[in-house]
């Protein structure tokens, strides 16, 4: 068993494709089946079930495979022990982030990073917190940027900041005269929420319970629709902006665009305020605690929250 065996069937594990783990690991497809069928030999059982359509890891072969991934994490962290004086500052970082923090975190964070590791080229990369999961598993992504709660085995977070989230409405909608709102309030509006599957929406209607009877009265058709999904919080945001409906926004995405007065207009929750915990997660594995730090130091000092409330003076009287 090597450990050029071990990184052929993860890559294998990974894109399901003799032809494209192959081209991943620069070799010919000839040399990883034979490697990979050398393994197996070794092994005494078959880690893949092939056909001519496709390749499944078998249910063994997924805990081996696994193992594997550990297996060449160490590595990393061998060789970097072995050079002890090298700047862990100097390779490139890829991060992600989810869709509805990116955006907002990202153009604050980079040139953070730059100034706290000028050598470091960073990647970064905006997805679902399930993509971001399997990337993150499969050594693909470094660190990702989500919110709370997330739980996964061998992983390490760091909470980041608490972000409070914000009502959008048309500056010219009778809830814009309040100085501060209610979920009740809300729930008899015209909402945009993105569409099932997005964490955000999961969190808005987990602090927003009375928001969940609208969204179920709209998904059984028994009443007028009071709720219209959408796919972004860009689009959403659009959306109030010509007047289609009210929404649920994070205060980094709510401000993020500045509207004229008389478009747009945030107000905040009338306490409790509902809110999202941002996080840094990483692998326990992962062998550059250095890179991790000046990270998680960076996106901690980016003041996203606090710019955004310095946008919006009725938030930030709220506060």
């Known amino acids: 068993m090597t450990l050029t065996e071990l990184r052929y069937v993860v890559t294998l594990a990974r894109e399901r494709h003799f032809g494209r783990a192959a081209e991943r690991c620069h070799v010919s497809q000839p040399t990883l089946s034979v490697a990979v069928k050398k393994l197996e030999d070794e092994l005494g059982i078959p880690l893949f079930e092939r056909s001519k359509s496709s390749i499944r890891v078998t249910e063994t ?7 594997a991934q550990r297996v060449l ?22 991060v ?22 000028p050598d470091m080229p960073l ?78 929406r999961d969190q808005v209607l987990e602090s927003c319970p009375p928001l969940v009877e609208a969204v179920t ?18 689009t959403i945001r659009h959306m109030v902006a010509s007047g289609l409906g009210i929404t649920v926004l994070p205060l980094s995405a709510a401000t993020a665009m500045q509207y004229h007065e008389d478009i747009l207009a945030v107000r905040p929750f009338a306490p409790p305020v509902p809110f999202r915990t941002v996080a840094l997660a990483w692998r326990v594995t992962f062998p550059r605690p250095k890179a991790i730090d000046v990270l998680s130091l960076a996106a901690s000092q980016c003041r996203v929250i606090e710019k955004a409330k310095s946008d919006t003076p009725a938030v930030a009287a709220s506060a």
């Open 123 to 200: 990647f970064i990369e905006e997805n679902y917190t399930a993509s971001l999961r399997q990337k993150l598993r499969h050594s693909e992504l470094d660190a990702i940027i989500i919110a709370l709660p997330f739980e996964e085995p061998e992983v390490v977070t760091l909470p980041l900041y608490d972000e409070p989230f914000v009502v959008l409405l048309p500056a010219g909608h009778p809830l814009a005269e309040r100085e501060s709102l209610t979920a009740e309030e809300l729930a008899k509006e015209q909402l945009l929420l993105l569409g099932p599957g997005h964490c955000f």
């Open 73 to 94: 994490d160490q590595v990393g962290v061998i060789k970097d022990m072995a050079q002890d004086g090298k700047n862990q500052l100097n390779s490139p970082l890829k």
């Open 61 to 67: 072969g997924l805990r081996i495979i696994e193992q």
């Open 217 to 234: 009265r709209h998904a059984g058709a028994t009443s007028p629709a009071l709720v219209t999904e959408g796919s972004s919080l860009e």
């Open 96 to 117: 992600g982030a989810i869709y509805t923090i990116g955006p907002y975190l990202f153009p604050h964070l980079l040139p953070e990073l730059r100034r706290a590791a």
